[in-house]
């Protein structure tokens, strides 16, 4: 689907009325979209963005033709030639209609440019966050609709500053990243965890984040979140009395079986052996 057939749909919400500065027409969440027809090519008449949070797919206009996938933020420009679409199976994305003066205005002075749709490698979570903020009533006065669009505007240019100038740290800053790559390998063991975003979130490569980690830890990044997984698990078994399925869902296993032969692989015992064991 996306932005650019949303806001053209026939029996869409109406138009709310105009900020100042600008408005944000409509926002939500997309799942297993496709994008726009195959072949085809839009100019959409108002701004446009969709950020992709799983699944891949492909953007082109005159001067791109490029792959995108999680972490991809497309920003359509209007009057702006372009097509973008999914490779089988589809996409998940957020999108954001908008319009308004302080959009064009960035337009003119460059700081949001047609020759710069896209923008990759964006940590996932964090951004998907962003933009779904954005999916809520729409507000009722102007001033709140120009806080609004300026809001927008602003994750529109942090998101862009995150490209341009990926490097803008301190030595200090740069040695800190396995400390908060272990943090973001270790938390939230219940969800599953995008490691790109890891990566980009510590403002390195994915493949030499990968090879760092695995150096200064012994481990990769993956192995180190399973293993803190078994660590969080076996100190469940030892100082709380739940149940081994209530622990697996705890700490992000599959299902109580995964657990059970995850630490059957580890230890040589069932959870529940172990824990009979007096351990």
């Not at 089988?88 to 020759?115: I, K, M, Q, Y």
């Not at 490209?163 to 803008?168: F, S, T």
């Not at 272990?182 to 030499?208: F, M, N, Q, R």
């Not at 979140?225 to 030892?238: D, F, I, Y």
Request: some cysteine; hydrophobic content about 40%; aromatic content about 8%.
């Amino acid at each position: 689907m996306g932005v650019s057939d949303t806001a053209s749909t026939p029996g869409a919400r109406p138009r709310p009325a105009a900020g100042r500065l600008g408005q944000v027409l409509v926002a939500a969440r997309i799942t297993a979209g496709s994008g726009l027809s195959p072949g085809t090519t839009r100019r959409h008449p108002t701004w446009g963005l969709t950020f992709l949070t799983a699944g891949t797919g492909r953007y082109r206009d005159a001067r791109h033709d490029e792959p995108i996938g999680a972490g991809t933020l497309v920003v359509v420009h209007p009057g702006h030639p372009h097509w973008y679409g999914a490779d089988p199976g589809g996409w998940d994305e957020h999108f954001v209609v908008f319009d308004g003066a302080v959009f064009d205005c960035a337009r003119r002075t460059g700081a949001l440019s047609p020759d710069r749709p896209l923008v990759h490698g964006l940590p996932v979570r964090r951004w998907a966050a962003r933009f779904a903020a954005f999916d809520r009533p729409r507000p009722a006065t102007l001033d709140a609709r120009d806080a609004e669009a300026l809001d927008l505007l602003a994750a529109l240019l942090q998101a862009r500053e995150l490209v341009d100038h990926p490097r803008r740290r301190s030595p200090a800053a740069d040695a800190g990243w396995l400390p908060r790559s272990v943090e973001l390998l270790e938390s939230d063991l219940t969800e599953t965890i995008d490691l790109s975003s890891v990566a980009a979130e510590v403002g390195l490569p994915y493949e030499t984040w990968r090879r760092r980690f695995r150096a200064e830890t012994g481990t990769g990044p993956y192995a180190h979140r399973a293993a803190r997984r078994l660590s969080a698990a076996t100190e469940m078994l030892v100082h709380t009395g739940l149940s081994v399925r209530d622990i697996a869902a705890t700490t992000g296993f599959t299902d109580e079986r995964h657990l059970i032969r995850r630490f059957r692989e580890a230890t040589g015992l069932t959870p529940r052996a172990f824990r009979d064991a007096g351990h």
